[in-house]
C-alpha cells in the first residue's frame, strides 16, 4: 500500500472524525454522568481491568455509532458518481477498498487508543500497587470490534448505496446489541446457558462489579474470531464487483461466527475467572488483603488487629481468628460464603471500601459479631437490619453504643430500630447478652436472619 495514499485518504477523509466522535463520545459518557464507574473498588480510572472493562462496556453503543460512521464512509464514491470510473481502472478491487478500509481503521484505533490514555494516566497516578498486561486483551478486542462494525458498514454501503443505509446499519447493530446484551448479567451473567452463548456475539461486555474478576482466555478467542469474521465479510463486500462475489463474501462471517460457537463458554462461570496474581494474599500478622489492595493494608491491620482482640475478649473460643479480604467469585444475588474463623472484608461494599478509624473499627467488629451472609454492593442491599444487628452487637463488644454508618433506606428509621435494639439488649443480664450474643453469631454463619428486635427475646 503506497503510504502517501494513505496519508492523503487519512487528511482528507472523515476516517479521523470517526476516531474523534469515538474519544469525545465515549469521554462525555463517562464525565457527564455519575455511574457506577465512578464508585466503588471497580472505577474504571483506578484498576487497569476495571478500565478495560468499563470502556468495553462502552461498546453497547460506540458499536452502532462505527458500523453506522463506517456505512456513511461506504457512500463517498457512489455520492460522487464514481463507481463506474473507479471499476474502468486496472487496479484491483482489493486495493481500492483496501485504503478506505485502513484508513477508517487507524481513526478508529486512535480515537479509542487515546481514550485508554486518558484512563490509563489516572491509572497510574492512582495508589494502586498492582501493575499488569492482562487488560490488554480485553481492550485489543473492543478495537477490533470497532475496525470490523465500521468496514462491515462501508462494505454493506458500497453493496447498497442508498442514503438510509447508514441509519439502518447503525439502528440494526444498536437492536442486536441490546437483545444480546439482555441475555447478560454483571459480573458472573446468570443467563440460561444457551442465551448466554448468544450474547457473547455483542462485544460490550457486562459492568463490573468485582475488581478481581476479568474475562478468560476462551472468550477473548471466540470474540476475536467471530469479529475477525465480520471484518473480513465487510471488506469482501468493499471489494466485490459482481453480485457472486458478493454472496460468497458472507462466508467468513458465518464460518466466523460458527466457529465461535464451538469455542465460547456454553456456562456463563466459565466466561469469568479470578485474577490469580491480583488474589494473592499480602498479610501483616493475621489480616490479610488482595495483591490488587495491598495499599490499604497499612491503614487495615491495625483496626482489624484491634477488633479481633474486641472479638476474642467478647466471644471467647467461638471468636473469629483472621481478617481476609473476599476473592470468592459469585453472581449478584448470591449468598456469601462465611466461615466462623474469618471476618471477611468486602472493598466492594460502600459502606466498608470508604469507611476509616472508629466508624471502621466498629464495622469490623459487627461483621465479627454477625456476619452478613447477603453482599452489599454498588449493585447490592441487603437491608437495614443486618446493620442494626451488627450495630447493637458491636456496641455491646465495644462497651458503647454507637449505630454504624452505613448505606441504609431510610436514616431516622434505622437510627430508631437501632437505639430501641440496643435498649432493650441492655436490659439483659451479662449472661444473657453472653448466651443470646453466640446464639445470633451462629445463626448468622448459617444464614438464619434475626430481627434485631428480638435480640432480647431470642428468636421467635
Not at 471497580?42 to 478495560?52: C, D, E, G, K, P
Not at 463507481?83 to 477508517?104: D, F, G, I, T
Request: hydrophobic share 50%; glycine share 8%; aromatic share 6%.
Amino acid at each position: 500500500m503506497n503510504l502517501r495514499v494513505l496519508r492523503t485518504e487519512l487528511l482528507r477523509s472523515a476516517a479521523l472524525w470517526a476516531g474523534a466522535i469515538v474519544l469525545t463520545s465515549a469521554l462525555l459518557f463517562l464525565y457527564a454522568i455519575d455511574g457506577n464507574w465512578w464508585r466503588g473498588g471497580v472505577r474504571w480510572n483506578t484498576q487497569w481491568t476495571s478500565l478495560a472493562l468499563w470502556t468495553r462496556g462502552l461498546l453497547a453503543y460506540l458499536w452502532p455509532v462505527a458500523a453506522g460512521l463506517g456505512a456513511l464512509y461506504g457512500l463517498r464514491d457512489h455520492r460522487s458518481r464514481m463507481p463506474e470510473l473507479l471499476a474502468s481502472m486496472p487496479r484491483p478491487a482489493w486495493q481500492r477498498a483496501s485504503v478506505p478500509a485502513v484508513a477508517m481503521a487507524l481513526g478508529l484505533t486512535v480515537g479509542f487508543g487515546a481514550l485508554l490514555v486518558t484512563g490509563g494516566v489516572q491509572v497510574a497516578l492512582a495508589p494502586t500497587s498492582y501493575t499488569h498486561y492482562g487488560w490488554l486483551p480485553i481492550s485489543a478486542v473492543a478495537m477490533l470490534a470497532l475496525v470490523a462494525a465500521a468496514v462491515f458498514g462501508m462494505g454493506v454501503a458500497r453493496t447498497l448505496p442508498s442514503p438510509l443505509t447508514p441509519p439502518i446499519v447503525a439502528v440494526l447493530f444498536l437492536v442486536a446489541t441490546v437483545m444480546l446484551m439482555q441475555e447478560a448479567d454483571s459480573a458472573l451473567p446468570t443467563a440460561r446457558l444457551g442465551s448466554h452463548l448468544l450474547s457473547q456475539f455483542s462485544p460490550a461486555v457486562a459492568e463490573p462489579r468485582q475488581a478481581l474478576l476479568t474475562l478468560t482466555s476462551a472468550v477473548h478467542l471466540g470474540q476475536t474470531i467471530w469479529l475477525l469474521g465480520l471484518l473480513a465479510t465487510g471488506f469482501a463486500l468493499l471489494a466485490a464487483t459482481r453480485r457472486r462475489g458478493r454472496l460468497t463474501a458472507l462466508l467468513p462471517a458465518a464460518t466466523g461466527a460458527a466457529l465461535a460457537l464451538v469455542l465460547l463458554p456454553a456456562d456463563p462461570k466459565d466466561s469469568y475467572r479470578v485474577d490469580q496474581a491480583a488474589a494473592a494474599r499480602v498479610c501483616e500478622g493475621q489480616v490479610c488483603v488482595t495483591e490488587l489492595s495491598r495499599d490499604r493494608l497499612h491503614t487495615l491491620a491495625p483496626l482489624a488487629t484491634r477488633a479481633l482482640g474486641v472479638l476474642s475478649a467478647a466471644l471467647g473460643d467461638d471468636a473469629p481468628k483472621h481478617v481476609w479480604e473476599e476473592t470468592t467469585p459469585r453472581a449478584i444475588g448470591d449468598l456469601r460464603r462465611l466461615t466462623p474463623s474469618t471476618v471477611l472484608v468486602n472493598f466492594e461494599d460502600p459502606n466498608m471500601g470508604a469507611t476509616k478509624g472508629d466508624a471502621l473499627l466498629r464495622r469490623l467488629v459487627g461483621e465479627g459479631m454477625a456476619p452478613n451472609c447477603q453482599a452489599v454492593s454498588s449493585r447490592e442491599w441487603s437491608g437495614d437490619m443486618a446493620l442494626t444487628t451488627q450495630s447493637v452487637l458491636a456496641s455491646w463488644a465495644l462497651g458503647s453504643f454507637k449505630p454504624i454508618e452505613g448505606d441504609v433506606y431510610d436514616r431516622k428509621s434505622y437510627l430508631a430500630t437501632t437505639e430501641r435494639a440496643w435498649k432493650k439488649f441492655a436490659a439483659l443480664s451479662a449472661q444473657q447478652q453472653q448466651k443470646r450474643a453466640v446464639e445470633v453469631r451462629r445463626a448468622a454463619l448459617d444464614c438464619e436472619f434475626t430481627l434485631a428486635d428480638h435480640l432480647a427475646g431470642g428468636p421467635r
